[in-house]
Protein backbone atom coordinates (compact mmCIF):
# COMPACT_ATOMS: atom_id res chain seq x y z
CA UNK A 1 0.00 0.00 0.00
CA UNK A 2 1.76 3.41 -0.85
CA UNK A 3 0.99 6.43 0.91
CA UNK A 4 -1.36 8.98 0.02
CA UNK A 5 0.31 11.93 -1.99
CA UNK A 6 -1.15 15.45 -2.03
CA UNK A 7 -2.62 14.55 -5.36
CA UNK A 8 -5.06 12.15 -3.74
CA UNK A 9 -7.19 14.60 -1.53
CA UNK A 10 -8.18 12.45 0.79
CA UNK A 11 -10.29 13.56 4.46
CA UNK A 12 -7.26 15.93 5.93
CA UNK A 13 -8.67 15.84 9.43
CA UNK A 14 -10.88 19.37 9.12
CA UNK A 15 -8.18 21.39 6.99
CA UNK A 16 -9.36 22.63 3.55
CA UNK A 17 -8.24 21.32 0.65
CA UNK A 18 -5.38 23.02 -1.04
CA UNK A 19 -6.98 25.07 -3.90
CA UNK A 20 -5.07 26.68 -6.88
CA UNK A 21 -5.34 30.35 -7.57
CA UNK A 22 -6.66 31.35 -11.32
CA UNK A 23 -3.80 33.38 -11.89
CA UNK A 24 -0.39 34.07 -10.22
CA UNK A 25 -1.17 37.82 -8.46
CA UNK A 26 2.65 38.13 -9.28
CA UNK A 27 2.08 42.24 -9.72
CA UNK A 28 0.59 42.22 -6.12
CA UNK A 29 2.84 39.44 -4.65
CA UNK A 30 6.44 39.76 -6.83
CA UNK A 31 7.95 36.98 -4.63
CA UNK A 32 5.77 34.21 -6.60
CA UNK A 33 7.85 34.94 -9.32
CA UNK A 34 10.68 33.14 -8.14
CA UNK A 35 9.65 31.40 -4.56
CA UNK A 36 7.29 30.11 -2.61
CA UNK A 37 5.07 32.77 -0.28
CA UNK A 38 4.34 31.73 3.55
CA UNK A 39 1.43 33.92 4.67
CA UNK A 40 1.18 33.56 8.97
CA UNK A 41 0.26 35.93 11.71
CA UNK A 42 2.65 39.04 11.60
CA UNK A 43 1.34 39.91 15.60
CA UNK A 44 1.51 36.27 16.97
CA UNK A 45 5.50 35.89 18.72
CA UNK A 46 4.68 32.39 18.68
CA UNK A 47 3.86 32.33 14.95
CA UNK A 48 7.18 34.67 14.34
CA UNK A 49 9.06 32.26 16.15
CA UNK A 50 8.07 28.75 14.29
CA UNK A 51 8.37 30.74 10.87
CA UNK A 52 12.20 31.79 11.59
CA UNK A 53 12.79 28.50 11.96
CA UNK A 54 11.13 27.10 9.31
CA UNK A 55 12.83 29.50 7.25
CA UNK A 56 15.81 28.66 8.60
CA UNK A 57 15.36 25.21 7.53
CA UNK A 58 14.00 26.01 3.87
CA UNK A 59 16.63 28.22 2.95
CA UNK A 60 15.97 31.41 0.64
CA UNK A 61 13.14 29.51 -1.44
CA UNK A 62 10.82 30.52 0.94
CA UNK A 63 9.52 34.26 1.74
CA UNK A 64 7.22 34.61 4.88
CA UNK A 65 4.79 37.77 4.29
CA UNK A 66 2.42 38.66 7.09
CA UNK A 67 -1.19 38.34 6.63
CA UNK A 68 -1.37 41.94 8.10
CA UNK A 69 1.01 42.99 4.90
CA UNK A 70 -1.92 45.35 3.11
CA UNK A 71 -3.33 43.68 0.13
CA UNK A 72 -1.65 40.54 0.81
CA UNK A 73 -4.58 38.48 1.41
CA UNK A 74 -6.68 40.26 -1.27
CA UNK A 75 -4.32 39.45 -3.75
CA UNK A 76 -3.66 35.64 -2.61
CA UNK A 77 -8.08 35.77 -2.49
CA UNK A 78 -7.64 34.52 1.13
CA UNK A 79 -10.07 35.00 3.47
CA UNK A 80 -8.81 36.95 7.08
CA UNK A 81 -10.67 34.30 9.05
CA UNK A 82 -9.25 31.61 7.32
CA UNK A 83 -5.63 33.03 7.56
CA UNK A 84 -6.14 33.62 11.05
CA UNK A 85 -6.71 29.74 11.61
CA UNK A 86 -3.74 28.42 9.77
CA UNK A 87 -0.71 29.64 7.95
CA UNK A 88 -1.09 29.44 4.25
CA UNK A 89 1.55 28.28 1.45
CA UNK A 90 1.26 29.73 -1.54
CA UNK A 91 3.41 28.05 -4.31
CA UNK A 92 4.97 29.29 -7.29
CA UNK A 93 3.05 27.13 -9.66
CA UNK A 94 -0.33 28.72 -7.32
CA UNK A 95 -1.54 26.03 -5.09
CA UNK A 96 -2.42 27.01 -1.30
CA UNK A 97 -2.12 24.56 1.26
CA UNK A 98 -2.75 25.74 4.66
CA UNK A 99 -1.53 24.31 8.27
CA UNK A 100 1.04 21.33 8.79
CA UNK A 101 0.79 20.81 4.96
CA UNK A 102 1.76 24.09 4.48
CA UNK A 103 4.97 23.17 6.30
CA UNK A 104 4.97 19.64 4.68
CA UNK A 105 4.72 21.59 0.88
CA UNK A 106 7.30 24.39 2.22
CA UNK A 107 10.04 21.70 3.21
CA UNK A 108 9.10 19.06 -0.08
CA UNK A 109 12.55 20.33 -1.57
CA UNK A 110 14.92 19.32 1.38
CA UNK A 111 16.28 15.68 0.37
CA UNK A 112 15.89 14.16 3.85
CA UNK A 113 13.46 16.02 5.94
CA UNK A 114 11.28 16.30 2.54
CA UNK A 115 11.51 12.55 2.54
CA UNK A 116 10.75 11.89 6.24
CA UNK A 117 7.82 14.27 6.01
CA UNK A 118 5.94 12.61 3.44
CA UNK A 119 4.46 10.33 6.64
CA UNK A 120 2.14 12.86 6.78
CA UNK A 121 0.08 11.67 4.32
CA UNK A 122 -0.04 8.35 5.89
CA UNK A 123 -3.73 7.59 7.32
CA UNK A 124 -3.78 9.05 10.96
CA UNK A 125 -0.89 10.92 10.72
CA UNK A 126 -2.57 13.44 8.49
CA UNK A 127 -5.67 13.71 11.29
CA UNK A 128 -3.68 14.03 14.36
CA UNK A 129 -0.54 16.39 13.29
CA UNK A 130 -3.76 18.53 11.69
CA UNK A 131 -5.80 17.89 14.83
CA UNK A 132 -2.55 19.15 17.26
CA UNK A 133 -2.07 22.00 14.40
CA UNK A 134 -5.76 23.51 15.21
CA UNK A 135 -5.26 22.87 19.44
CA UNK A 136 -1.74 24.56 19.14
CA UNK A 137 -3.59 27.52 16.45
CA UNK A 138 -6.53 28.22 18.85
CA UNK A 139 -4.26 28.90 21.95
CA UNK A 140 -0.85 30.09 19.86
CA UNK A 141 -1.26 33.79 21.76
CA UNK A 142 -1.15 31.93 25.34
CA UNK A 143 1.50 30.07 24.56
CA UNK A 144 3.98 32.82 24.55
CA UNK A 145 2.42 35.32 26.48
CA UNK A 146 0.37 38.21 26.47
CA UNK A 147 1.80 39.77 23.43
CA UNK A 148 -0.98 43.07 23.80
CA UNK A 149 -0.30 43.16 27.98
CA UNK A 150 3.91 43.93 26.38
CA UNK A 151 2.61 46.40 24.05
CA UNK A 152 3.74 44.49 20.88
CA UNK A 153 0.84 44.26 18.99
CA UNK A 154 -0.71 47.29 17.00
CA UNK A 155 -4.51 47.63 16.69
CA UNK A 156 -5.32 45.35 19.96
CA UNK A 157 -5.34 41.94 17.34
CA UNK A 158 -4.12 39.82 19.95
CA UNK A 159 -7.02 40.16 21.82
CA UNK A 160 -9.59 39.08 19.01
CA UNK A 161 -7.59 35.03 20.00
CA UNK A 162 -6.82 35.56 23.86
CA UNK A 163 -10.78 35.90 25.35
CA UNK A 164 -11.16 33.28 27.74
CA UNK A 165 -13.30 30.22 26.37
Not at 5 to 18: I, K, L, T, V, Y
Not at 49 to 71: D, E, F, H
Amino acid sequence: MRAAQPSDRAHNGGMSEPRRLPKLPLSEVPELAQHDVLVFDGDCRFCQAQVKRLSRWTGPQLVPLPLQKPGLLAALDIDHAQAMRAMQLVTQDGLIFQGVEAVVQALRKRPILGRLLKLYYLPGCRQLADLGYRLIARYRYRIMGRAIARGECDGGSCALHFEAK
